[in-house]
């Protein structure tokens, strides 16, 4: 009989076959969903013998949510999140228009899902633009709720935007251009340590051997400087045992080392010594730059995975790191990989690791067998092409080989 997932004693309950909401997305989202459930049902069949089994709960967002309620993002679809705890979701679309953000922050913002978590690393025959995309191991900490991305902003010419603009002068001497735009970057020291936190305990549980804060405290020095200063401070006091500052290590230092840099100097670090990093810790805006940049090195958003999670109430949504594609909709061509690998993320964070193995077997055999989507495809000498549909085929045939 299906059942909720629940939270006790701060870890999550997962019963034997666990009600699972998903959104399938916009755009190209169902074609993508059709295939990765596919996936997602025969990996947890196979890995259980047949004893476990998701019931998936369909929600809505996005454009059929706004063609079906008039809501582009319905209070039921928030409140089965709540209820349920873990869900998946495909792309959705930004709606156009003023007062209208982004679906997918709304989300993270309103489940206070404050770690945006992306690993990246490389599957071979992948096609890669790098010389050497195997050495890109990475696993991305992106703060999820505070940064630009709070949406503190005001239109130019507004009388709201001329006040602050006045206020902003007489307060604190800023000589702001009056017909400036203006918004806030609110970065808290509560929010960029349980960010930090979650990086050092996942670094610690991973036996990774490095945390880097990347930020822009050379020039934004009270709130990405401040972010770094934070994180030393909480990486010595919490875990003083396990983890080293950069400048103190030993010869054959054994503790994971905290270290930080600037965002530029990492952009161009991750192309010429990707080695150096392992577990990245960083700021809203900064991480979305640099986790897409560090996804074209092994292969694109389109096989990129992502989950936005909050690891002190259980809460997690799995999703999709790419756009909808809509000129692609319905064409059943569309490589499926972002969702079928959040799925696997689903499954770790389930603990179901068998179905967690299994998926990245099948997908990792099908890639370097050549057989892939067009994206792929057109890019690899050899390749044979299939169909979003034959993809996820091709993904269950080898999860047993």
């Known amino acids: 009989m299906s059942e909720k997932i629940t939270w006790r004693e701060n870890r999550i309950i997962v019963p034997e076959e666990p009600i699972i909401p998903f959104i399938e997305g916009d755009g190209t989202g ?38 079906l309620t008039g809501d582009w993002l319905p209070e039921a ?21 003023g007062g209208h953000r982004s679906l997918n922050v709304a989300l993270r913002r309103i489940l206070d899902l404050y770690v945006c978590l992306r ?11 790098v010389k050497e995309p195997q050495l890109v191991d990475m696993v991305v900490f992106r703060e999820n709720t505070e940064d630009v991305y709070a949406g503190l902003e005001l239109k130019s010419g507004t ?6 603009i006045e206020f902003c ?53 009270f709130t990405e400087g401040a972010f770094t200063e934070w ?23 054994t503790r994971i080392v905290i270290q930080d840099t600037i965002a530029d100097i990492f952009l161009q670090q991750i192309l010429t010594r990707p080695r150096n990093f392992d577990v990245i810790a960083t700021m809203n805006l900064n991480g979305d730059y640099l986790s897409d940049a560090l996804a074209a090195q092994v292969g694109g958003i389109g096989i990129a995975p992502g989950a936005n999670i909050n690891d002190e109430s259980g809460y997690a949504i799995f999703e999709a790191t790419h756009g909808t594609a809509p000129k692609y909709a319905g064409k059943n061509v569309i490589n499926p990989s972002s969702v079928i690998l959040s799925g696997k ?12 193995e299994l998926i990245e077997h099948g997908l990792k055999e099908t890639i370097a067998r050549g057989t892939v989507t067009y994206d792929f495809a057109r890019l690899t000498r050899g390749a044979t092409e299939v169909s979003t549909s034959a993809f996820a085929d091709h993904v269950i045939e080898n999860m047993t080989l």
């Open 30 to 67: 169902p074609d993508i969903w059709r295939a990765a459930v596919r996936v997602f049902d025969a990996a947890v069949r196979i890995s259980s013998g047949g004893k476990r089994k998701i019931e998936w709960l369909e929600v809505l967002a996005g454009e059929k949510a706004k063609n």
């Open 77 to 97: 679809t928030i409140e089965s999140f709540r209820e349920h705890r873990i869900g998946i979701k495909g792309p959705l679309t930004t709606p156009v228009g």
């Open 119 to 129: 690993p990246v690393s490389y599957y071979p025959g992948v096609p890669s633009p």
């Open 159 to 164: 009388p709201e935007a001329a006040r602050l």
């Open 169 to 221: 002068e007489k307060e604190f001497g800023w000589r702001i251009r009056p017909d400036s735009g203006v918004g806030m970057k609110p970065i808290s020291r509560a929010g960029s340590e349980r960010l930090i936190r979650a990086a050092i305990r996942y670094a610690v549980a991973h036996k990774r051997t490095s945390v880097t804060f990347v930020h822009k405290g050379n020039i934004q020095k």
């Open 231 to 253: 994180g030393y401070d909480l990486a010595r006091r919490e875990f003083g045992e396990q983890t080293v500052r950069w400048n103190e290590t030993r010869e054959n230092e």
């Open 345 to 356: 993320m689903m499954f770790e964070y389930m603990g179901w690791l068998e179905a967690a």
